[in-house]
């Protein structure tokens, strides 16, 4: 973990997470499930997508409907698993940047994904600012988070076997840069930053080992397939899926460059094979085998 100055950020640089998370981890219950919601909420034709926090890229083909694609990681080693898994493409672009500080112009995103990333984040609200200034008017986002209120810690909590209330709206940090949120606190953030809800897909509402081991794995997707569309009534289950959209409150004219410099906002680079100069500040950041290092 890598405090930096202004924020901490959960670095998974040099991480196995891809392989062993997701690969050993016995988590293609969670994997299934989560690629219906995406498939059900960001199924629109666009031009440009925006996947923050992408990892090693195990959404990315997800978001097919769209033409390219920037993949976004603090990690530099995950954008190479990435790299690796997907290809030099000229479909994918890659920048490790942080997403308290998104280095592009205002308004260029026709939609922006964050799945399995807004619970490393201390400072959620700055995040989904961020988010916004990207995006075009009436651009889509497409958000997971995890839930504070889930079923298993309201149970808990009445049994007296955890000390958080799930019911309060502040997030509870349960380990180090690991947050749960409360749907209503995730709401009045987007909200307050012009992003406004058009449906929430409540996800993995089977995530227990004991399921997981004794229901077979195609009849518990299918369960928690069906059990989603539940996401605008009531959200109970550990991970939700939110889309918003973008209200019309840009005034800037739509977005005519591409990068912003994370030092001074700058939007004029020299580019050359190994960095792109920015001509306010001067700074030279580093292009590393096809990753664009914005940080
Ligand atoms: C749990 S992984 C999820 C990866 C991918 N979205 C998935 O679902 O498989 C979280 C990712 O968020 C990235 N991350 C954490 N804090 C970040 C930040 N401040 N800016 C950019 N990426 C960040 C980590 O490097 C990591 O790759």
């Given at each position: 973990?890598?405090?930096?100055?202004?924020?901490?950020?959960?670095?998974?640089?040099?991480?196995?997470?891809?392989?062993?998370?997701?690969?050993?981890?016995?988590?293609?219950?969670?994997?299934q499930?989560?690629?219906?919601?995406?498939r059900?909420?960001?199924?629109?034709?666009?031009?440009?997508?925006?996947?923050?926090?992408?990892?090693?890229?195990?959404?990315?083909?997800?978001?097919?409907?769209?033409?390219?694609?920037?993949?976004?990681?603090?990690?530099?080693?995950?954008?190479?698993?990435?790299?690796?898994?997907?290809?030099?493409?000229?479909?994918?672009?890659?920048?490790?940047?942080?997403?308290?500080?998104?280095?592009?112009?205002?308004?260029?995103?026709?939609?922006?994904?964050?799945?399995?990333?807004?619970?490393?984040?201390?400072?959620?609200?700055?995040?989904?600012?961020?988010?916004r200034?990207?995006?075009?008017?009436?651009?889509?986002?497409?958000?997971?988070?995890a839930?504070?209120?889930?079923?298993?810690a309201?149970?808990?909590?009445?049994?007296?076997?955890?000390?958080?209330?799930?019911?309060?709206?502040?997030?509870?940090?349960?380990?180090?840069?690991?947050?749960?949120f409360?749907?209503?606190?995730?709401?009045?953030?987007?909200?307050?930053?012009?992003?406004?809800?058009?449906?929430?897909?409540?996800?993995?509402?089977?995530?227990?080992?004991?399921?997981?081991?004794?229901?077979?794995?195609?009849?518990?997707?299918?369960?928690?397939?069906?059990?989603?569309?539940?996401?605008?009534?009531?959200?109970?289950?550990?991970?939700?899926?939110?889309l918003?959209?973008?209200?019309?409150?840009?005034?800037?004219?739509?977005?005519?460059g591409?990068?912003?410099?994370?030092?001074?906002?700058?939007?004029?680079?020299?580019?050359?094979?190994?960095h792109?100069?920015?001509?306010?500040?001067?700074?030279?950041?580093?292009?590393?085998?096809?990753?664009?290092?914005?940080?």
């Open positions: 973990m890598n405090r930096s100055v202004q924020h901490p950020i959960c670095d998974y640089e040099g991480s196995d997470y891809q392989q062993v998370f997701w690969e050993s981890g016995e988590r293609q219950y969670e994997d499930v989560e690629a219906i919601a995406i059900r909420l960001l199924h629109q034709p666009g031009e440009l997508l925006l996947e923050i926090g992408a990892g090693a890229g195990r959404n990315t083909i997800r978001y097919h409907t769209y033409r390219r694609i920037v993949l976004l990681d603090y990690s530099i080693s995950q954008l190479e698993q990435a790299q690796a898994r997907l290809g030099q493409d000229a479909r994918y672009l890659y920048v490790a940047a942080d997403a308290y500080r998104l280095p592009f112009v205002a308004g260029l995103f026709d939609a922006a994904t964050m799945i399995r990333t807004l619970h490393h984040l201390a400072e959620p609200q700055l995040a989904i600012q961020q988010v200034r990207v995006l075009k008017n009436g651009g889509l986002f497409l958000l997971e988070y839930n504070k209120q889930n079923l298993k309201i149970l808990r909590y009445w049994l007296r076997r955890q000390q958080w209330n799930p019911f309060d709206l502040s997030p509870i940090e349960f380990a180090a840069l690991n947050f749960d409360h749907p209503k606190a995730i709401r009045r953030w987007l909200e307050e930053n012009d992003l406004h809800l058009k449906r929430q897909l409540t996800v993995s509402h089977f995530r227990l080992g004991l399921l997981k081991r004794t229901i077979p794995l195609k009849v518990l997707v299918a369960l928690d397939s069906l059990a989603q569309w539940t996401g605008n009534w009531w959200q109970l289950s550990p991970s939700v899926f939110v918003a959209q973008a209200g019309n409150t840009m005034t800037d004219s739509p977005a005519n591409f990068f912003a410099c994370p030092n001074c906002q700058g939007e004029q680079f020299e580019e050359c094979v190994t792109l100069k920015c001509q306010t500040c001067n700074h030279e950041w580093e292009i590393r085998h096809g990753i664009y290092i914005l940080r």
